[in-house]
């Protein structure tokens, strides 16, 4: 088939379109016991653009956790080379404030809709800011949101929907180097290991709003949606006596304008990304893939979506950590791109 520039460009988002917790493993973990009769949310990316390249087919697993769910119709394009993506027409980058987050641009109200969205981005070369979903335009002042930040800093914001895996050595691997991260622990993960959440707070990392159950919140009532992240405010104050601070992420990264102003309304900012991974599966080449896919990707202000779930991510962190701070990036908490504000 007869690849057209447009063609091109889709295949290139759509490679990077990466859904945070997409993860077989996470929905593995994840049909849980506390949710029952929730439908499974749809498999990440298939709501976007058909993928004009053949679907990668899941590499056979050698740690299948997998196993017991239902098939998952992954239908990702493989990712297009760096200079495919950098073929792409350049667009304008949306407002960004004088403390350097991104937010919504627009700053007339807008009462936003339910137009289902899926986070993603549109990899450049390696150093350059990627490039950002067109509907982020039309994001109001009051549809607060960050995805990626200014300056010599990385956010590294690690999800954890599905299995909170080998967490002695996540918690080793950030505090040897120093390093701060952003945890989105969602909130059947949250009661499964209250010490591991008292030890992030502990250790100076930032722990956010993820939901209850980690449904996407597309399927839910606004009166769900609340509930949904006042009970997970009510949790975190109770397993670490503080008051949680007002950081959010969508599950999946499934969205629409419609409730990430409910969200906003809540006093919270929607937190996307401008790394991510196919780290819901097991990795090909081990450990190197995530170091690649972070190193070949590092960019200003990198906010970098990781899932606990990955043995390999994991394995890879300490090294990931030294070369991203040999490269002259720090680790930086959300609180760093925007205080809250509430
Ligand atoms: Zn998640």
């Known amino acids: 088939m007869k690849m057209t520039a447009r063609s091109i460009v889709a295949a290139a988002a759509i490679a990077v379109l990466l859904v945070?917790?997409?993860?077989?493993?996470?929905?593995?973990?994840?049909?849980?016991?506390?949710?029952?009769g929730q439908s499974q949310p749809a498999p990440p990316s298939d709501s976007a653009a058909p993928p004009p390249a053949p679907p990668v087919l899941p590499e056979p697993a050698k740690e299948d956790k997998a196993k017991d769910e239902k098939p998952q119709p992954e239908?990702?394009?493989?990712p297009q080379p760096v200079k495919e993506a950098s073929k792409e027409p350049v667009k304008t980058a949306p407002a960004q404030t004088a403390t350097g987050s991104v937010y919504g641009g627009s700053s007339k109200s807008d009462p936003g809709n339910r137009k289902e969205l899926s986070w993603y981005y549109m990899k450049k070369p390696k150093g350059q800011v990627p490039d950002f979903p067109h509907e982020t335009k039309t994001f109001s002042k009051d549809m607060k949101a960050?995805?990626?930040?200014?300056?010599?800093?990385?956010?590294?914001?690690?999800?954890?929907?599905?299995?909170?895996?080998?967490?002695?050595?996540?918690v080793k691997s950030l505090k040897d180097n120093d390093a701060k991260a952003n945890f989105f622990i969602?909130?059947?993960?949250?009661?499964?290991?209250?010490?591991f959440v008292r030890t992030l707070v502990a250790d100076g990392h930032l722990v956010a709003n993820h939901t209850m159950t980690h449904t996407d919140m597309n399927l839910q009532t606004d009166e769900q949606i609340r509930k949904e992240i006042q009970d997970y405010e009510k949790l975190y104050k109770e397993v670490t006596g503080k008051d949680i601070q007002p950081y959010f992420r969508f599950p999946y990264g499934k969205y629409n304008t419609?409730?990430?102003?409910?969200?906003?309304?809540?006093?919270?900012?929607?937190?996307?990304?401008?790394?991510?991974?196919?780290?819901?599966?097991?990795?090909?080449?081990?450990a190197e893939d995530p170091y690649?896919?972070?190193?070949?990707?590092?960019?200003?202000?990198?906010?970098?979506?990781?899932?606990?779930?990955?043995?390999?991510?994991?394995?890879?962190?300490?090294?990931?950590?030294?070369?991203?701070?040999?490269?002259?990036?720090?680790?930086?908490?959300l609180t760093d791109i925007e205080p809250p504000k509430r």
């Open 20 to 36: 945070a917790c997409s993860s077989n493993r996470e929905q593995a973990a994840q049909v849980p016991k506390d949710t029952p």
């Open 75 to 78: 239908k990702e394009p493989e």
């Open 146 to 170: 960050l995805w990626v930040g200014t300056g010599k800093k990385v956010y590294l914001t690690i999800d954890t929907g599905g299995p909170l895996g080998d967490t002695a050595t996540l």
């Open 186 to 195: 969602a909130g059947y993960n949250v009661k499964k290991d209250p010490d």
């Open 258 to 286: 419609h409730i990430l102003k409910l969200v906003s309304d809540m006093g919270y900012s929607s937190v996307f990304w401008s790394t991510a991974m196919r780290d819901w599966e097991p990795r090909k080449n081990g």
């Open 292 to 333: 690649n896919d972070i190193m070949n990707n590092l960019h200003d202000g990198n906010i970098i979506l990781m899932h606990q779930g990955s043995p390999e991510n994991i394995e890879a962190l300490d090294r990931i950590i030294k070369a991203v701070k040999k490269a002259g990036y720090e680790f930086a908490l």
